[in-house]
């Protein structure tokens, strides 16, 4: 065993990296390339049989009368509370403080859209009844991220999702779906995406997360919206001539993956377990409601990486690529599962857990100097 | 002969179609993937050898510091003028009125950045020296399309785009260069990339004009301005997680076809030959400065669209793929040479512009009744 490995690099050679679909390189196009005949004609500005075709679908599995495809769902969110905001004639939009918006996008929407969030709830649960009732009539959309990612990949019940629906409704407020891992949490609700987006006046889906595409997402709702959405699409120029090296492996991981979203949801709470079952760990859900959730660990960043780079090489078995300092000398990682899951020998799996509920029981006997 | 076949359809089943490198279908990006290996791995938003790597060959051969790879022209442009006015403490930029900001981009520039473009010259001509000289202190950024597109594809002469950067210069007025079509005009100009680029702060070239890939573009200008505008690339939405689907086919037809941009521009000069020795045809520019021009023609839209349309069923060869109405009772269409025009058989090409001339003739001498 090399001392000086790092985390990424002993996770990069592990024979049985746990999260995710594969790995980020040119076979994802390839494969979705395969058996696609050349003569397949190109998109061209939004128009043609390669991206009407796949809008339609992906319209009919959300039960809304349009959808549009965007190269990202960061041009899409900014976009769907735009179109909203103007309708209402207000700058004032709603959403969770740590929403993708707020915290990964650069203040796009301020910076080019001069809109004005107001941040519902605090840092450590999702969205509520509660919050949506503090809203006035001055707020043209309410933004809810399901599930809520940042904090591990939390829900609301359904029942508090139906009551934030009618709330919103009464006052008029339309409410906008980040749906970047809707697929995944319709196992736990039991609902169909259209049943679930039946709530909300708009929606965007993201098709490089749980779908494992190469990148794009889209954004539907009624049939002016979109319309309208497309204007914007322009103006943004996220328009492109050709968007098809995204559509088509869209098209075919969607086809493939929605399907299995049951199983990684399913193989998500097992893992969820088996980290829970080791001293010093637990997840954040403790039982997740989708294919995500958060490790969380009482051994500071440093320890953990040498821990788990240490796990993958000796039993290779790839845990986590990273991780994060965390409050009060923790530390901290996400875990999304996929289709390489089904792929990790379970006795790998059972040495590796046993490995690392040995190294943090005996990390946290350890004094804690120089902290 | 089939009476009721459109244009478009005549062309599309014609054996020699004149202009572009070929149809804009699946198998432009199966060829560029030819012999990537699987194990590529993606750029991740904006950083990785894959885009990094083609980022620093651009900047060279623009002679640039720094180049940042777009999805869109529309975005990388917006961008450029947007760093200089927040530079310059002014919304106020200038362009021609026939600028891709100005008629295709929905009005982005004034929607989402709130710049107040001037218009300089006006749309039969090229911006030029004189036009520079109006402009006060107030203006942050001219930007100069070569060639003006939406014109046939003008230039001005060097030396007054010499001058226009001296004046700029003079004024602190930053120029950014819309080089949609930069490869094209250098054998015209008999000037290196990186030569005419000496003339600008900033530059964008795309890479599915000339260059015939899928899409995307490139920015390039100083460092700290090429930073700024990855910030931009975020808000905009267009920092993807992945752009390798464009950059391997930009970098692969980048490299295939610059070095022909000689024989694009001579081929442009003689094709624009055969149209100005039709009778009711004439070419902008007359001569040819790159590899397109626009086709005038004193011919009724409806009566040219059936001419090319016999002419592509009769000979083979598809001049064009659509014909637009234009002042006077007459028509106009755009050509853009490319690959495809090595490929059309001489003596086919000169039986369809003998026809072209016999139609034209003949229509010319028609009472022109209903118009």
């Known amino acids: 065993m090399d001392d000086n490995i790092t985390l990424k690099q002993a996770f990069d050679k592990s024979a049985y990296p746990v999260g995710g679909h594969g790995r980020r390189n040119a076979e994802v196009l390839l494969e979705a390339f395969r058996g696609i005949d050349g003569e397949t004609e190109s998109d061209m500005y939004g128009s043609g049989a390669v991206i009407e075709g796949f809008q339609t679908e992906i319209a009919e599995y959300l039960g809304k009368p349009a959808a549009v495809f965007f190269p990202s769902g960061t041009m899409a969110q900014q976009i769907a509370l735009r179109i909203w905001s ?66 591990g990949g939390q829900l609301p019940d359904y029942a508090e999702l139906e009551a934030m629906s009618a709330l919103c409704r009464e006052r008029g407020i339309k409410l906008h779906l980040d749906g970047a891992r809707l697929f995944e949490i319709l196992p ?14 708009s929606v965007y889906v993201s098709f490089y997360k749980g779908i494992g595409g190469i990148a794009g997402a889209i954004l539907a709702g009624p049939e002016d919206f979109a319309a309208e959405s497309k204007i914007w699409k322009r103006r943004h120029g996220g328009d492109l001539i050709s968007l098809y090296p995204y559509i088509i492996p869209a098209e075919r991981y969607f086809r493939e993956r929605v399907p299995k979203m049951e199983r990684y949801y399913r193989d998500a709470v097992e893992l969820a377990g088996l980290y829970n079952g080791c001293r010093g760990a637990k997840t954040r859900p403790q039982t997740p409601v989708s294919n995500m959730f958060h490790v969380h660990l009482d051994a500071p960043k440093e320890d953990a990486e040498r821990i788990f780079a240490g796990i993958a090489e000796r039993t290779g078995v790839g845990l986590t690529a990273y991780v994060n300092a965390a409050a009060e000398g923790g530390s901290q990682f996400e875990v999304s599962l996929g289709d390489r899951y089904a792929g990790v020998p379970a006795d790998k799996l059972r040495e590796a857990f046993r490995q690392l509920d040995e190294a943090l029981g005996a990390q946290a006997a350890e004094p804690k100097a120089g902290q």
């Open 86 to 151: 103007d309708r209402r004639g207000s700058a004032t939009v709603a959403y969770h403080p740590l929403c993708h918006l707020e915290i990964h996008e650069q203040n796009g929407l301020r910076e080019l859209h001069r809109l004005e969030p107001i941040l519902l709830a605090d840092k450590s649960r999702t969205v509520l009844p509660r919050d949506v009732e503090t809203l006035g009539a001055d707020v043209a959309c309410l933004l809810l991220e399901l599930p809520q990612r940042e904090i």
């Open 188 to 201: 736990y609700y039991g609902k169909t995406a259209a049943e679930v987006c039946a709530l909300f006046d």
